[in-house]
Every structure is written in structure tokens, then in C-alpha cells.
């Protein structure tokens, strides 16, 4: 990997954190929502935070749920909102009316790998398509009089048009661009290049976040010296490790850095489950709804995926956390570190808890 020994551009992006480099919590889909933010700014909020995507299209409204992570924000942080879509007229109106309430700015998915989004050429399907993305960058460009950001992979299925897009965002003055370095066809199975993000550094006029299996607060150190970016985006590193953010900062200050117990690690998942629960929900629904976080969280519990294969397998509150207990804190287990990289070969798959499995 290329070692970018250039200062990190300022902009009005990095003056919103008062942190040596800013730390984001990534936006992800059906998760970091309003619930999943009040959990993390127990454990520790990261500089800034961002929306799951609000979907537009023709006579498409403000989601009032997503809408609640910005006007019922807990942490008192900067908050972008994420857009996604293809439609100029309707982006530029749902940016219009997005403005009218407190966030730091207006941001642009272009790196969703879900099928069913990119398949509709939204997310990380304008990737392909590098003069639509600025005729919509142009175009948000003159309705965001706050930030306007962009969240992209390297390309689609190859980089053909990475550079293409960087100079795009260059000619759009786009103010802050979170890069994940995998295309859009890796999903999440693929090894991320790094480099990507050394090389956006070097042509961009903004900040630039590294994003992509920032596993550990030594890592994000690490990764931001090699490639020169301002800072760091963590997105399931989070899941299963909401102090992340928390040991980031102990650590740019030069602070003891919080080691989390197992304990630590059982009370997480008990606020997790109090923050998810709705009375409308029957227990199948809730315990579904926490086995997403769980599958990550189950990648530091158990090195042999025996929490994960059972976690899984689980009906009921009660089963469910009869199992934690068994794995977190029964038998000594309380005052065990956390283990703060993922165990290795473990899949966050809920068919598979590991490579060989």
C-alpha cells in the first residue's frame, strides 16, 4: 500500500469535530437508526453520524422514522442525511426539504451493493453511469447550501470509472467523500484495497473517510497513518463492538484506552434488546430483529461459532438470553476481555458460522 505522507485537506467537514480526526458511524440499513444511535452514544459516539437513506423517487416523502435520527438526535453530534435515488427533481426537492431541519449536511449514496437497490440503478448501481452522477451532483450542488457529501465504493464490478468520478466530485466541490474499498459486486466477501482511498487523498480537494473493515481502534489508527485519509467510517465493526468510537478517541488523546469486559458485553445486548423491542412486536419478530446485530456481536464471543450456531437457533427472549448468559457471563466468563478483533474464519452469515462450516 501506497503511504500518503500529504496533510488531510481542511474543510468546513473537519471543523465540526473537535478530535485530532474524525471517527463516523456508517449508515447501514434497517440498523442504525434511532434506537442503534442511543446505544452507541452510551458506549461512546463517534464525531459524526449519518442516516440510513432515505429512499426517493416520485411523490416519495420523508420517512418519519429515519426523520426521528435527526430532530431526536441523543448524542448532540453532527448528522448527515443520506439520499438515495436517481431522480434530479425529486433529490433536489427531498434535499429542499431536508435542510429545514438540524443536520450538517446532505449526503449521497452511491455504494448500496443490495441487488434489489443497485438493479434500479440507485446506491451502488450509479456507478456504472459516471454522467448521471454529475449531472445529480450539479444539480444537489446548487439546491445544499449546508455540505454535500458522497458515500461510494471503487466502482461497480471493476474501478473503470474511479477516476472519472473523483474528478466529478472535484469539478462538484463535493465537501467530504467516505470511500468503501470494495466494488459494488464484492459486497462485503472480498479483501478491500486500501490503496483507493491513498489514490482519492491525492486527487481530492476534500476530506476523504476510510471505510471498509476497520475492525479495531488500532487499526483505524493504522489504516488513516498508511493512506493519509482525515479519518475513519465503522460500520459492523460498531455492531459488535459499540466502544469503538470510545477507544478511538481515548486513544488520539493518548488516554488509557477502555477495555470491555464481557459483562460489558451482556449489558450491551440487554440495552440493544430494550432499545429494539416495539409492544407491537411478538417475541419470533424482536428476537429476529436482534439476531442482525447479534451475528456480528457472535464474531468476538465464541473462536468456534458455538454461540452463533445456537444464537441462531434461538425462538424467545428467554432462549435467547439464556444463551448470552451461557457464553457471556456464567462460569468466570463476567470479567473476560472482550476479544476486540473478530475471531477468525467466523462469518456474521445467519446460514453459516464459519469458512469451513
Given at each position: 500500500m501506497t503511504?500518503?505522507n500529504?496533510?488531510?485537506k481542511?474543510?468546513?467537514?473537519?471543523?465540526?469535530?473537535?478530535?485530532p480526526?474524525p471517527s463516523a458511524l456508517?449508515?447501514?440499513q434497517d440498523?442504525?437508526?434511532l434506537?442503534?444511535?442511543r446505544v452507541?452514544a452510551e458506549?461512546?459516539?463517534?464525531?459524526?453520524y449519518?442516516?440510513?437513506f432515505?429512499?426517493?423517487?416520485?411523490n416519495s416523502?420523508l420517512?418519519?422514522e429515519?426523520l426521528?435520527?435527526i430532530?431526536?438526535n441523543?448524542?448532540?453530534?453532527?448528522?448527515?442525511?443520506?439520499l438515495?435515488?436517481?431522480?434530479?427533481?425529486?433529490l433536489?426537492?427531498?434535499a429542499?426539504?431536508?435542510?429545514?431541519?438540524?443536520?450538517?449536511?446532505?449526503?449521497?449514496?452511491?455504494?448500496?451493493?443490495?441487488?434489489r437497490?443497485?438493479?434500479k440503478?440507485v446506491?451502488g448501481?450509479?456507478?456504472?453511469?459516471?454522467?448521471?452522477i454529475?449531472?445529480?451532483?450539479k444539480?444537489?450542488r446548487r439546491?445544499?447550501?449546508?455540505?454535500?457529501t458522497?458515500?461510494m465504493?471503487i466502482?461497480?464490478e471493476d474501478?473503470?470509472n474511479?477516476?472519472?468520478?473523483?474528478s466529478i466530485?472535484?469539478?462538484?466541490?463535493v465537501?467530504l467523500?467516505?470511500l468503501h474499498?470494495?466494488?459494488?459486486l464484492?459486497?462485503?466477501?472480498?479483501?478491500?484495497?486500501?490503496?483507493?482511498?491513498?489514490?482519492?487523498?491525492?486527487?481530492?480537494d476534500?476530506?476523504?473517510?476510510?471505510n471498509g473493515?476497520v475492525t479495531?481502534?488500532?487499526?483505524?489508527?493504522s489504516l488513516?497513518?498508511?493512506t493519509?485519509a482525515?479519518?475513519?467510517?465503522?460500520?459492523r465493526?460498531?455492531?459488535?463492538?459499540p466502544w469503538?468510537?470510545?477507544q478511538?478517541?481515548e486513544?488520539?488523546?493518548?488516554?488509557?484506552?477502555?477495555?470491555?469486559?464481557?459483562n460489558?458485553?451482556?449489558k450491551?445486548?440487554q440495552?440493544?434488546f430494550v432499545?429494539?423491542?416495539k409492544?407491537?412486536?411478538d417475541?419470533?419478530?424482536?428476537v429476529g430483529r436482534i439476531?442482525?446485530?447479534?451475528n456480528f456481536v457472535?464474531?468476538?464471543v465464541?473462536p468456534e461459532?458455538k454461540?452463533l450456531?445456537?444464537m441462531?437457533r434461538s425462538?424467545?427472549?428467554?432462549?435467547?438470553?439464556?444463551i448470552?448468559e451461557?457464553?457471556?457471563?456464567?462460569e468466570g466468563?463476567?470479567f473476560?476481555?472482550?476479544?476486540l478483533e473478530?475471531?477468525?474464519?467466523l462469518?456474521?452469515?445467519?446460514s453459516?458460522?464459519?469458512?469451513?462450516s
Amino acid at each position: 500500500m501506497t503511504v500518503a505522507n500529504a496533510e488531510p485537506k481542511t474543510s468546513s467537514v473537519l471543523s465540526l469535530c473537535t478530535n485530532p480526526w474524525p471517527s463516523a458511524l456508517a449508515p447501514m440499513q434497517d440498523v442504525t437508526g434511532l434506537p442503534f444511535m442511543r446505544v452507541i452514544a452510551e458506549c461512546g459516539s463517534p464525531d459524526f453520524y449519518f442516516t440510513e437513506f432515505f429512499r426517493v423517487y416520485p411523490n416519495s416523502k420523508l420517512d418519519p422514522e429515519i426523520l426521528s435520527s435527526i430532530t431526536r438526535n441523543p448524542s448532540g453530534k453532527p448528522i448527515f442525511a443520506q439520499l438515495i435515488g436517481e431522480s434530479i427533481p425529486n433529490l433536489d426537492r427531498i434535499a429542499r426539504e431536508l435542510q429545514q431541519f438540524s443536520i450538517a449536511g446532505v449526503d449521497l449514496n452511491m455504494g448500496c451493493p443490495a441487488p434489489r437497490v443497485y438493479k434500479k440503478n440507485v446506491g451502488g448501481g450509479l456507478l456504472k453511469d459516471s454522467r448521471k452522477i454529475e449531472l445529480i451532483l450539479k444539480s444537489l450542488r446548487r439546491e445544499v447550501k449546508s455540505l454535500l457529501t458522497v458515500k461510494m465504493r471503487i466502482g461497480f464490478e471493476d474501478d473503470r470509472n474511479f477516476e472519472d468520478i473523483l474528478s466529478i466530485l472535484n469539478d462538484c466541490e463535493v465537501d467530504l467523500l467516505s470511500l468503501h474499498t470494495r466494488t459494488v459486486l464484492g459486497g462485503y466477501r472480498t479483501d478491500p484495497d486500501h490503496e483507493y482511498v491513498a489514490r482519492a487523498v491525492e486527487r481530492l480537494d476534500c476530506p476523504v473517510l476510510l471505510n471498509g473493515n476497520v475492525t479495531s481502534a488500532k487499526v483505524a489508527y493504522s489504516l488513516k497513518c498508511q493512506t493519509g485519509a482525515a479519518g475513519v467510517m465503522i460500520g459492523r465493526s460498531a455492531i459488535r463492538n459499540p466502544w469503538i468510537f470510545r477507544q478511538i478517541r481515548e486513544m488520539q488523546l493518548g488516554m488509557p484506552v477502555f477495555e470491555p469486559r464481557m459483562n460489558d458485553l451482556y449489558k450491551y445486548v440487554q440495552n440493544l434488546f430494550v432499545a429494539l423491542e416495539k409492544p407491537e412486536m411478538d417475541d419470533r419478530r424482536i428476537v429476529g430483529r436482534i439476531k442482525k446485530f447479534l451475528n456480528f456481536v457472535g464474531l468476538s464471543v465464541c473462536p468456534e461459532g458455538k454461540f452463533l450456531h445456537q444464537m441462531r437457533r434461538s425462538t424467545t427472549p428467554a432462549e435467547l438470553f439464556r444463551i448470552c448468559e451461557k457464553f457471556m457471563i456464567s462460569e468466570g466468563l463476567a470479567f473476560q476481555k472482550l476479544n476486540l478483533e473478530p475471531f477468525d474464519s467466523l462469518l456474521a452469515r445467519p446460514s453459516q458460522e464459519s469458512v469451513e462450516s
